[in-house]
């Protein structure tokens, strides 16, 4: 069974720096793209960054330029560098991982991961 595993949360103080892991179990191949995604206590879940199969990737523009997301392809390791961490990156992170371009193109990611707390105090 494919699954997702997300780990590395933790409590830092705003401008600290934190960095998240998932790995991707019995993938019989690499993902089309891995994610990761955040929900903040009563907002809604949004994307926060994605790397393709072919190394491109994508930031929500909260994030873009302290948040780096890469992968380790032998391993399908994904992560996300997270600096200069604000209050209002504090939420619960989620990796996903989808095997389909088309969904990957759509930030349409299916297989999901338990999620890890990052919590950033002022």
């Known amino acids: 069974q494919v699954r997702v595993l997300g780990s590395g949360g933790g409590s830092v103080q705003a401008g600290g720096s934190l960095t998240l892991s998932c790995a991707a179990s019995?993938?019989?191949?690499?993902?089309?793209?891995m994610g990761w995604f955040r929900q903040a206590p009563g907002k809604v879940r949004e994307g926060v960054a994605q790397?393709?199969?072919?190394?491109?990737?994508s930031y929500a523009g909260a994030v873009k330029g302290r948040f780096t997301v890469s992968k380790d392809n032998a391993e399908n390791i994904l992560y996300l560098q997270m600096n200069s961490l604000r209050p209002e990156d504090t939420g619960m992170y989620y990796c996903a991982a989808e095997d389909f371009a088309v969904s990957c193109e759509r930030g349409f990611l299916q297989v999901w991961g338990q999620g890890t707390q990052v919590t950033v105090s002022s």
């Open positions: 019995e993938y019989p191949s690499t993902p089309a793209c």
């Open positions: 790397i393709n199969s072919d190394g491109t990737t």
